[in-house]
């Protein structure tokens, strides 16, 4: 095998298929934040605006698949820079999923901004913000190969499920309380879910970064926990 | 480029691959079958037997994306069969996420069998027939590269979305009529919605055998609807 690391074309293709993984998680971070906004400024223009932002980060993914087979086609990367070509494939998929979630939690909050608000959004926020942070730092340790930060978002996952089980316990005493509130809380429920969801993509993305440095998988140490 | 079809060991290759995929996919399946059946018949003891064999399934991606990377270490394919592998790439975290989302169905099935049964549950095991319906044929459509039968897939998802909101509607219908239900009522919405969320994943195998069999991206026609 050729040293792929002289080739500077190869060097300038990974050095796209970086900016372009980075744009994109750039991307839904950005759609991340404006949904959670729609929410708590009850702002539905905003949420339509992230509905159909979704279609650039479809692109994108588009983009960087295509990206990832002309590298695979014409540099036939060997060993880890070819974990790393595969391992691009894997995270572009589970970023475009982090899109769809905040295109759900866009369209959520359309449903709950026709009703007055159930209570003050305190702790969702929080959430959105640690779910956003778990996906930068995922990213990051990614481009970056990083293995201290990926182990730094396995172990910050922990947070996020404590958050969404004391999230959906509160919606749940809601609904209890009073029937009236039933269907904001269901819709809220979703949503805190979706953001739990947004931190496993990232924790996955970030099981692939340790695989993808160390050549042993460290996938899958347990199943993953759902709150309740 | 030397024409790869004719190389015997990577054909070899290939049946390894789609023998790998039909068998993580037959398991996939099977858990799905299981952890309906652990909600049906009451049966926690099968629900834990769901939550430990989610490992096999793990082990199946760890090794399906290590055959993955050896095809295109040594055996460099271009064109078509490249896209075959890296669609493989996609397709096996697909599948390992449907194990996930029968384990989540299982977790649940083992709290609601506390409890005595909210009502009969006649709709969700059709929704858990039909999203592995799709589960199957997607994968069958993958190993075949048949596009009709992705098409089907494709057309087929908007039944999995209509009997997911009216479990959805029904469900909240129990939670308003009486406070008792909620708790369970809950539970039985969190499972619908992962069954929903199998049908997408499934949709998500048939929009990638689409692309490979005619090498036109038909993913994200439109935003994926949330029911509600």
Do not use: W
Not at 98 to 107: F, T, W
């Amino acid at each position: 095998m050729p040293s792929m690391h002289t080739d500077k074309a190869f060097e300038a293709d990974l050095r796209d298929l970086r900016e372009k993984l980075l744009a994109m998680g750039a991307k839904v971070e950005t759609l991340i934040v404006q949904s959670m906004k729609a929410l708590t400024d009850r702002d539905s223009a905003l949420a339509e605006k992230v509905v159909a932002a979704d279609k650039d980060v479809n692109r994108l993914e588009v983009d960087i698949d295509e990206l990832c087979r002309k590298i695979l086609a014409l540099r036939q990367p060997a060993a880890s820079d070819l974990r790393l070509i595969t391992t691009a494939l894997k995270i572009v998929t589970d970023l475009e999923r982090i899109g769809d979630l905040a295109v759900n939690i866009a369209e959520r909050s359309m449903d709950l901004n026709q009703a007055p608000p159930l209570a003050p959004y305190v702790d969702t926020p929080r959430l959105a913000e640690l779910a956003q942070r778990q996906v930068r730092m995922s990213l990051d340790a990614f481009v970056s190969g990083d293995v201290a930060k990926a182990e730094e978002v396995l172990r910050g996952d922990d947070l996020l499920d404590a958050l969404f089980l004391k999230i959906f316990n509160e919606l749940l005493a809601y609904m209890m309380e009073d029937s009236r509130n039933i269907r904001r809380a269901t819709a809220l429920m979703f949503i805190a879910k979706h953001l739990e969801r947004i931190g496993d993509h990232a924790l996955n993305v970030a099981e692939m970064v340790v695989y993808m440095v160390r050549g042993k998988d460290i996938r899958h140490p347990q199943s993953r926990n759902l709150a309740e």
